[in-house]
């Protein structure tokens, strides 16, 4: 019967990711997605944990081909230009206070909260997304870089996540395993 596979389809309750409630969100973080909506951009998951990787590489790590990737990328050229980020052809002043403010502030909870509405959740957890798009053993080598610390990151959002659905369904969140 129908109605009991509806039934089935309740019990996936996403206590830690709510729908964002877009009415919340500012009129520039509307005017970023839809930027990243427009046909130049069209951000995709895959685009969104490229752009994630090689953002964060560029900025905490200093990779010089990952800012040239983001800079010479759809999204760079909309975000230099939305951002006021230099004149076309010049470098991102990557280890200014403006460009690291834009893109940690802006650009990467932007890219999240876009993905998040329009292809769901799952595709803004690390886990998935390195899964999907990246091979775990080839960054978990990248010891004290960029790999290392996403799969750290990876580890403990799923944790924490395991942990809010255990309160959630009235167990104790301490009890949850962590490795």
Not at 5 to 14: A, G, L
Not at 52 to 71: F, P, S
Not at 93 to 114: I, N, Q
Not at 163 to 169: P, S
Request: a negative charge; aromatic letters at 8%; hydrophobic letters at 40%.
């Amino acid at each position: 019967d129908d109605d009991d596979d509806d039934d089935d389809d309740d019990e996936e309750i996403q206590p830690v990711s709510p729908e964002i409630d877009m009415d919340s969100l500012s009129p520039g973080r509307h005017l970023f997605h839809a930027a990243l909506a427009a046909p130049a951009v069209a951000l995709q998951p895959a685009h969104y944990w490229a752009a994630y990787a090689d953002i964060t590489r560029g900025l905490l790590y200093g990779e010089a081909g990952a800012r040239q990737r983001v800079e010479a990328s759809a999204l760079g050229i909309m975000v230099r230009e939305m951002f006021e980020l230099g004149l076309p052809g010049t470098s991102f002043e990557w280890d200014s206070g403006h460009v690291r403010r834009v893109m940690l502030k802006e650009v990467l909870p932007g890219m999240e909260t876009y993905v998040h509405v329009t292809h769901g959740w799952r595709w803004t957890r690390l886990a998935a997304l390195i899964a999907a798009f990246d091979d775990a053993d080839s960054l978990g080598a990248e010891v004290g870089g960029f790999g290392e610390h996403v799969i750290g990151d990876a580890a403990t959002q799923q944790r924490d996540e395991d942990g809010a659905e255990a309160f959630m369904r009235g167990g104790d969140a301490s009890k949850v395993h962590r490795p």
